[in-house]
C-alpha cells in the first residue's frame, strides 16, 4: 500500500565529516533562496551561532532552519560532524526524510563521514550526494562518488537508497550541478565546456532535494504524535520543546499530554505558542500539522518526550543513543586559589548545572560518587566533555576535573573488551614510520595503507584510551604535518597495557609567585607550563621533568643579594617560554593522580593530594 504524503514540504538533514562544509553549504542555500537582503552583511558560517563553535571551527549543536523555494517550504538541519556530537545526529535525524550527504572531493569518505551515513541509512532516509569542493587542488570528484556508492553497499544500504542522484560543485561558490563538465567550467577549473546560464546557483540541489527527497507521510485524521527533538530555552517564555509531528495536527493553546516513553506516566499540559522555523528566525503559528517541525512553547517536556492527543497518549518509541564510551570526574575546586578568579560551584551548583546539561544533551550521563563533593560524568570523547568544561568556566564557574577513563564491558564468557575507534591519518611519506611506530606503541592494529595525492593515508583500529594525549605526539614526530580523524567503532577484545605519559612531573612545593630566577635555574630539568610572576601553590604541576620521576621544586626562590654585583648581570636571565596547553590537551596529559583546576582565566595542572608529605603516605599506603 502506498504511502501519501506531503507535496508542500521536504525535512533534509545535511550530514558529513568535520570541514567538509556542511555549514557554508546552509549558508548558500540561504542566500540564494532570498532569505537575507541583497547588500545584507552575513558573517560566515552564520549557522554557528555558539562561541565556541566559531572558536573551534565546528558544528557543536544542530540547528534548524527553513527556506522557501516556490510552493514548497524545505525545512534543513545542519547537523554536527564530529562524533562526539553524535548524540546530537542520532536525535534530529529522526526529524528528516533524507539527507544530503556531503563529500570533500579530495579527502574523500572520512571517519565521520562513515558515521554519520550509517546513522541516516538505519534511520531508512532517503540521501542526496554532495561531491563539494572540487576545485581544490587534487580533487578527484568522480572517484569520491564511486567510493560512496561502494561505502553505501559495504553499510547494507537497500535498493532505493542506492539510486541516489549525484551533485558536484562547491558550496563556498554557490554552484552545484549533477555534470560535473559544467560544474568544472562554471568554476573555472576546465576550459571548453559551457558554464549553465545566469551565473553561480545551487538551482540543480534545490531542484534534487524536491524531486528525490520524499516529503513527510500524511496522518491527518489520526491523534496527535508530536516527538521532541531538541530543547530551547528563552528567559521569557522558558523551556520550548522543538520536535516533528508525526501524526496528527497541533494548534496554539490546545490541551495535550505530555509522556516519556511507551511506559511513561501521560500529564496533561497546554500549549502556549506554537512557531515554525523561517529562514534563521521564527513565526508564530496557530496551528500545524504531521510532517511539519515546530517550536511548542508552554509545555515543560525533555528530550524524546512525545506530545500527545489528550485522549489517545500513545508515546513514540524513545529516540535510541549510543551509550557513552569516557568519562571523568567532576569536582567542587579545592585549590589554595578558589576563588579568586571566578565562582566556585558548590555541590549542590555543581550537581544542578550538569543535571540541566543531562537534560538536553541526551548523550552525557550524571551519576554519584562516594564523595559528596565529586560527580562521575560520562560522554562520547574528551572533546564532548571538554566543551561542556568551556562553557562552564565561561558563565564564570570554577571547578577540577579528574583524567578521562574508558567505559570497559564485559561479554558474556566474562572477557574484557573496551571501546574501539577508527583512526585515519594523513602524513607526508616522510614522516608515515614516525606514525606507525607511534600508533603500534598505542595498541593501533594497521587496517589500510594507500597514498592520497602527496600523502600517505593510514588507516588504524586503535583503543580509545590510546588516543588519549596522542594528537600532540603526532604533530611533534610530524613537525604538525599529520591530521587524525578518529570514530567509534564499537567494543572489541581489551588490548593490554598502554604506557601513557612518560616523563614525571614537575611540582610547585611551596606557594607564592613564579619568580624569573628560579624559573631560569631550572629550564634545564625540563619542560615549564608556567611563566613569571604566575600564582602556584604546593602542589601544582608546574612542567614535565626529563626525566621518568616527580620532582618537586621551589619557584619561589629569590636571587641572593652579595655586596658584589656584575653589571648587566639580571639582563642575562632568558626565559624560555612555558608550554601552553588547551583544555583537551591538558586533560589527556594528566595522569591518574592529578587533576586540572579550571578557572575563568586559567587551566592549572595539580597534584590530586596537594601535600608532598601526604602523597608519599599514599604511596607507600598504596604499595603496601
Known amino acids: 500500500m502506498s504511502i501519501e504524503r506531503r507535496q508542500d514540504i521536504r525535512n533534509v538533514a545535511i550530514i558529513a565529516h568535520v570541514d567538509h562544509g556542511k555549514t557554508t553549504l546552509v549558508d548558500g542555500m540561504l542566500k540564494q533562496a532570498g532569505v537575507f537582503h541583497a547588500k545584507q552583511a552575513v558573517a560566515d558560517c552564520v549557522m554557528d551561532s555558539k562561541d565556541q563553535e566559531k572558536e573551534r571551527g565546528i558544528t557543536i549543536l544542530a540547528k534548524n532552519c527553513a527556506v522557501q523555494y516556490g510552493d514548497i517550504r524545505i525545512n534543513i538541519i545542519d547537523t554536527p560532524g564530529h562524533a562526539d556530537f553524535g548524540g546530537e545526529v542520532e536525535r534530529v535525524l529522526k526529524m528528516a526524510d533524507g539527507v544530503l550527504l556531503l563529500v570533500d572531493a579530495f579527502e574523500g569518505a572520512m571517519p565521520q563521514t562513515r558515521f554519520v551515513l550509517r546513522k541516516a541509512l538505519q534511520n531508512k532516509l532517503k540521501p542526496v550526494l554532495i561531491v563539494n569542493k572540487i576545485d581544490k587542488p587534487g580533487a578527484t570528484p568522480k572517484d569520491i562518488a564511486d567510493q560512496i556508492f561502494d561505502l553505501m553497499v559495504e553499510m547494507d544500504a537497500e535498493d532505493w537508497q542506492l539510486d541516489f542522484p549525484v551533485l558536484f560543485g562547491s558550496g563556498r561558490q554557490g554552484f552545484m550541478d549533477t555534470d560535473l563538465a559544467v560544474a568544472t567550467a562554471a568554476l573555472g577549473i576546465t576550459a571548453g565546456n559551457a558554464a549553465r546560464e545566469g551565473g553561480p546557483s545551487l538551482r540543480p540541489l534545490f531542484d534534487a532535494i524536491v524531486q528525490h527527497i520524499p516529503g513527510p507521510p500524511v496522518l491527518a485524521n489520526a491523534p496527535l504524535q508530536l516527538q521532541v527533538g531538541n530543547i530551547d530555552h528563552n528567559d521569557f517564555v522558558g523551556r520550548m520543546g522543538i520536535g516533528r509531528i508525526f501524526a496528527g495536527s497541533i494548534s496554539a493553546g490546545q490541551q495535550v499530554s505530555v509522556v516519556k516513553g511507551p511506559e511513561g506516566v501521560p500529564h496533561k499540559a497546554r500549549v502556549l505558542q506554537l512557531h515554525r522555523f523561517a529562514g534563521l528566525g521564527r513565526e508564530e503559528i496557530k496551528h500545524a500539522a504531521a510532517g511539519d517541525i515546530v517550536v511548542v512553547t508552554g509545555i515543560e ?7 500527545c492527543d489528550v485522549d489517545h497518549p500513545n508515546a513514540l518509541p524513545p ?6 564510551t569516557i568519562r571523568m570526574t567532576f569536582g567542587v575546586n579545592t585549590g589554595p586559589l578558589t576563588g579568586q578568579e571566578g565562582k566556585p560551584l558548590q555541590s549542590r551548583d555543581l550537581k544542578t548545572r550538569l543535571t540541566r546539561e543531562a537534560e538536553r544533551n541526551v548523550a552525557l550521563r550524571v ?3 562516594d564523595a559528596p563533593d565529586v560527580f562521575e560524568v560520562s560522554g562520547r570523547g574528551v572533546l564532548h566533555l571538554g566543551v561542556l568544561i568551556e562553557d562552564m568556566r565561561r558563565e564564570g564557574a570554577e571547578l577540577q576535573v579528574g583524567p578521562p577513563r574508558v567505559i570497559y564491558k564485559t561479554d558474556e564468557k566474562g572477557h574484557r573488551l573496551e571501546p574501539i575507534e577508527l583512526a585515519v591519518v594523513d602524513v607526508p611519506e616522510k ?3 614516525k606514525v606507525m611506530q607511534l600508533m603500534l606503541s598505542r ?12 600523502l600517505q593515508h593510514l588507516e588504524f583500529t586503535i583503543p580509545s584510551r590510546g588516543l588519549m594525549g596522542l594528537r600532540n605526539l603526532l604533530l611533534t614526530a610530524t613537525q604538525g604535518e599529520a591530521t587524525l580523524n578518529t570514530v567509534f567503532q564499537g567494543y572489541g577484545p581489551y588490548r593490554g597495557e598502554i604506557e601513557k605519559r612518560e616523563n614525571g612531573a614537575i611540582i610547585a612545593m611551596a606557594n607564592g609567585e613564579v619568580v624569573a630566577y628560579a624559573l631560569f635555574m631550572l629550564q634545564d630539568r625540563g619542560t615549564f607550563f608556567v611563566d613569571v610572576g604566575q600564582p602556584l601553590y604546593e602542589g601544582q604541576v608546574v612542567g614535565e621533568n626529563s626525566k621518568d620521576q616527580d620532582m618537586a621544586v621551589n619557584l619561589t626562590k629569590e636571587k641572593k643579594l652579595t655586596n658584589v654585583r656584575s653589571s648587566g648581570a639580571d639582563e642575562a636571565i632568558r626565559i624560555t617560554p612555558p608550554r ?6 591538558a586533560l589527556e596529559y594528566i595522569r591518574n593522580d592529578e587533576l586540572v583546576e579550571v578557572t575563568p582565566k586559567s587551566i592549572r595542572l595539580r597534584k590530586a593530594v596537594l601535600s608532598e608529605t601526604d602523597r608519599k603516605r599514599v604511596s607507600r599506603a598504596a604499595a603496601g
Open 443 to 454: 595498541r593501533g592494529e594497521l587496517q589500510l595503507m594507500a597514498v592520497k595525492g602527496s
Open 367 to 369: 551519576a554519584d560518587t
Open 580 to 585: 601552553k596547553m588547551s583544555l583537551e590537551e
Open 431 to 433: 614522516n608515515a614510520s
Open 319 to 324: 529516540i535510541p543513543i549510543d551509550e557513552p
Open 301 to 307: 517536556v525533555d528530550i524524546s518526550d512525545t506530545i
